[in-house]
């Protein structure tokens, strides 16, 4: 689908009312699709949830050294490893 337009609103420095102008001769469902493909991920934090990460540090006592280094770099978050050292 190609779009053209004759003039764009551009006041200044301001390119929106371009960008409004532009969106508004988009089809409905492609304006759809544009908004979903625009909208930001969500963040996948590489540790565990603080209230999950609570549950691990209780069994932490219980695990050799070793394991027990392994699973807190691992899944617990940086400040909670910080503070158990």
């Not at 102008?21 to 409905?28: D, M, Q």
């Not at 304006?31 to 932490?60: N, S, T």
Request: net charge positive; no cysteine; proline share 11%.
């Amino acid at each position: 689908m190609r779009v053209r337009l004759t003039a764009l609103p551009i006041e200044g420095n301001d390119k929106s009312g371009a960008i409004k102008a532009v969106f508004a001769t988009i089809p409905r469902e492609d304006q759809l699709e544009l908004i979903a493909m625009l909208q930001p991920k969500a963040v996948r934090l590489p540790w565990l949830e603080p209230p999950d990460a609570a549950k691990v540090v209780g069994i932490l006592d219980d695990l050799d050294p070793a394991a027990r280094d392994l699973v807190e770099n691992r899944l617990l978050p940086p400040w909670m490893h910080r503070t158990r050292r």
